[in-house]
């Protein structure tokens, strides 16, 4: 396939996202931002003044659940009764699982790595489809802080007998939506739009390749006893919607 001298230039990621955070993102960001292509002086910013208001505004957002104090009280029940859950929640409830829950890690920060690279060998309509993925991730991001802290559900370690230790982290009762799985699917989404609608898609196989790895991710939080399974889907569903909306207001 034909390659224009843009082609050899290249745009990777970062090298690491475990965890992922609103401010290391704006970072990217602005790398891409400060990323100049030499001898094309004719080429518009990659970076325009509606990329900066829908990252400043995620980072808004965001910012509301982290100065809102909500949900810093111990939870009412420590150990709670699973009884009290959806049936749908109640049989996934079981103790925390650190290594299945750094594999989740791993997984999303793959599929953050392999959809940035393989786009970046895409020249500058590549470079336009990872603007749009950092601003996809931030919203994500954004909306599952902020849902956290309105919704407030306690995660599955209070419904277990490790319960009484874990009553005094105010994380434990930010359980919906999953964050990892909401920024997985953003990612996967992201690529799949710009595969389909701004660059050739040559890849079609690496478009379900990344949505699998995202829905691994939810499948590994809820194995890892971090979230119950209604916080993946409402998770998965946020990613998917933040990514459709960016790539329509881009695009």
Same mark, same amino acid.
């Given at each position: 396939?034909?390659?224009?001298?843009?082609?050899?230039?290249?745009?990777?990621?970062?090298?690491?996202?475990?965890?992922? #955070?609103?401010?290391?993102? *704006? +970072?990217?960001?602005?790398? /891409? $931002?400060?990323?100049?292509? %030499? &001898? @094309?002086?004719?080429?518009?910013?990659?970076?325009?003044?509606?990329?900066?208001?829908?990252?400043?505004?995620?980072?808004?957002?965001?910012?509301?659940?982290?100065?809102?104090?909500?949900?810093?009280?111990?939870?009412?029940?420590?150990?709670?009764?699973?009884?009290?859950?959806?049936?749908?929640?109640?049989?996934?409830?079981?103790?925390?699982?650190?290594?299945?829950?750094?594999?989740?890690?791993?997984? #999303?920060?793959?599929?953050? *790595? +392999?959809?940035?690279?393989? /786009? $970046?060998?895409?020249?500058? %309509? &590549? @470079?336009?489809?990872?603007?749009?993925?950092?601003?996809?991730?931030?919203?994500?991001?954004?909306?599952?802080?902020?849902?956290?802290?309105?919704?407030?559900?306690?995660?599955?370690?209070?419904?277990?007998?490790?319960?009484?230790?874990?009553?005094?982290?105010?994380?434990?009762?930010?359980?919906?939506?999953?964050?990892?799985?909401?920024?997985?699917?953003?990612?996967?989404?992201?690529?799949?739009?710009? #595969?389909?609608?701004?660059?050739?898609?040559?890849?079609?196989? /690496?478009?379900?390749?990344?949505?699998? &790895?995202?829905?691994?991710?939810?499948?590994?939080?809820?194995?890892?006893?971090?979230?119950?399974?209604?916080?993946?889907?409402?998770?998965?569903?946020?990613?998917?919607?933040?990514?459709?909306?960016?790539?329509?207001?881009?695009?």
């Amino acid at each position: 396939m034909f390659r224009s001298p843009l082609a050899q230039n290249r745009v990777t990621g970062p090298t690491r996202m475990t965890p992922i #955070r609103p401010s290391s993102l *704006l +970072v990217c960001a602005a790398l /891409l $931002a400060s990323h100049h292509l %030499s &001898g @094309q002086p004719t080429l518009p910013p990659l970076i325009t003044a509606k990329d900066g208001i829908i990252a400043s505004s995620a980072a808004l957002v965001w910012g509301i659940e982290r100065i809102s104090g909500w949900h810093e009280a111990p939870p009412s029940c420590a150990p709670c009764d699973p009884a009290d859950l959806p049936f749908f929640d109640r049989w996934a409830v079981t103790e925390p699982e650190a290594v299945t829950a750094r594999a989740s890690d791993i997984t #999303r920060a793959a599929v953050a *790595l +392999v959809s940035w690279l393989d /786009l $970046a060998r895409e020249g500058r %309509s &590549g @470079q336009v489809g990872i603007v749009a993925s950092v601003e996809s991730l931030l919203w994500a991001e954004a909306i599952t802080h902020l849902a956290k802290g309105a919704i407030g559900r306690k995660r599955p370690v209070l419904y277990t007998d490790q319960a009484p230790g874990a009553a005094d982290g105010p994380n434990n009762q930010r359980s919906m939506p999953s964050g990892h799985t909401s920024t997985a699917f953003a990612l996967a989404t992201s690529y799949w739009l710009t #595969r389909n609608g701004i660059t050739e898609d040559d890849k079609p196989w /690496l478009r379900w390749v990344l949505m699998a &790895g995202a829905t691994g991710v939810g499948v590994l939080r809820v194995a890892a006893g971090k979230h119950h399974p209604s916080d993946v889907f409402i998770g998965a569903g946020v990613g998917v919607a933040s990514a459709v909306v960016i790539h329509s207001i881009k695009f």
